[in-house]
């Protein structure tokens, strides 16, 4: 399977290969992908930055961070997701709020990797829930680079409910 062009979903292309890689990854054996740790934490208001990290993969190599600020209400249980593939060299992090639309207001965010270089990564202003779908942010409100997907200053929205990212071991690691 061929991967997009870029890095994130910005048009059909994108979205397909995205979509075939999850099918993927579901239709596996369920040795092939370990199991996915989820941890769940609170996210703050107050317009102070905060920071939640966890590692994966064997020696803990791979590490996912999520930096925010965000205002408004009062904190909210997300969770953070991540596994590995069977060989060790991809892994996911997916940091969202279960119950699909956070109603805090985001002044920034970014959600890092380490030991790892992005091969895809979008941004959602709402979560799938029950019967609805995630909503991604528009193209201009985020960027996703090698390590990291971060809003967009003077263009991001403040909505945010989900991050997801699938990395590939960098190059020194493998």
């Given at each position: 399977m061929a991967a997009?062009?870029?890095?994130?979903?910005?048009?059909?292309?994108?979205?397909l290969w995205a979509a075939l890689l999850l099918a993927a990854v579901a239709l596996r054996p369920a040795e092939a992908v370990s199991e996915p740790?989820?941890?769940?934490?609170?996210?703050?208001p107050?317009?102070?930055?905060?920071?939640?990290?966890?590692?994966?993969?064997?020696?803990?190599?791979?590490?996912?961070?999520?930096?925010y600020a965000s205002q408004?209400?009062?904190?909210?249980?997300?969770?953070?997701?991540?596994?590995?593939?069977?060989?060790?060299?991809?892994?996911?992090?997916?940091?969202?709020?279960?119950?699909?639309k956070s109603y805090?207001?985001?002044?920034?965010f970014k959600a890092e990797v380490r030991g790892a270089e992005i091969e895809y990564g979008m941004a959602y202003s709402k979560a799938a829930f029950e019967k609805e779908n995630?909503?991604?942010l528009k193209n201009?409100?985020?960027?996703?680079?090698?390590?990291?997907?971060?809003?967009?200053p003077g263009a991001f929205k403040a909505e945010l409910s989900k991050l997801v990212i699938v990395a590939k071991a960098s190059r020194s690691e493998l």
């Open positions: 997009p062009s870029g890095r994130r979903n910005g048009g059909g292309g994108a979205s740790t989820t941890v769940a934490f609170d996210v703050r107050g317009g102070v930055v905060h920071t939640f990290s966890q590692n994966v993969g064997p020696g803990d190599k791979y590490t996912c961070v999520f930096t408004g209400g009062t904190n909210e249980k997300w969770q953070m997701s991540l596994g590995t593939s069977e060989d060790q060299q991809h892994f996911t992090c997916t940091i969202w709020r279960p119950q699909g805090l207001y985001f002044t920034q995630d909503v991604p201009e409100e985020f960027e996703v680079t090698k390590t990291a997907v971060s809003h967009r």
